[in-house]
């Protein structure tokens, strides 16, 4: 049976490779993050114009090789209108980069991509004031808010009537 690895997966083997030297593998990142911006750039500059084509048309746009087109299809997946089909995709998929302005800052603010959300073209996009709330929002999505904390003797919060002790304290 001849098996054709995806795009994507190939792409994940060499970007999380375990068994790359550490050095080759920052370096690797560091030029990722390089195209990755550059890409950002252009899409930023027209954030309202929908960038489509197959993967392999979209990597000769940004003069990227085709994995490097898949790396990124795998990074703004989460901040696109539509889904791309990127786990099933091949240089030949048509893929969409139609994406959520707000949705697409607030996920490189998540990713702690100070060189994506710190990127000019956000100003021409939102006010100060929205970046600002949207950045906020990015921060507060991550942050674990604990209840108060129940004593053995407190009533239970299930609203049972019986002592936390006796009841979902067990």
Do not use: H
Request: charge should be negative; include cysteine.
């Amino acid at each position: 049976m001849d098996f054709k690895m995806g795009l994507l997966q190939e792409w994940r083997d060499i970007a999380y490779s375990q068994e790359t030297d550490r050095k080759q593998l920052q370096k690797f990142w560091t030029d990722y993050f390089l195209v990755e911006k550059g890409i950002y750039e252009q899409l930023l500059a027209n954030p309202d114009v929908e960038v489509k084509g197959t993967v392999k048309e979209l990597a000769q746009k940004y003069d990227v090789p085709v994995l490097t087109m898949a790396g990124f299809l795998d990074g703004i997946d989460d901040s696109l209108k539509v889904k791309n089909p990127i786990e099933e995709m091949d240089e030949d998929t048509v893929v969409s980069l139609a994406f959520d302005k707000e949705s697409l800052y607030k996920n490189m603010v998540d990713a702690k991509a100070d060189w994506l959300y710190g990127l000019p073209a956000w100003k021409e996009i939102f006010t100060e004031e929205k970046l600002k709330e949207l950045y906020k929002e990015a921060k507060r999505a991550n942050t674990i808010v604990k209840g108060p904390k129940i004593g053995r003797n407190d009533p239970c919060p299930c609203g049972s009537g019986k002592k936390y002790k006796k009841c979902c304290g067990r």
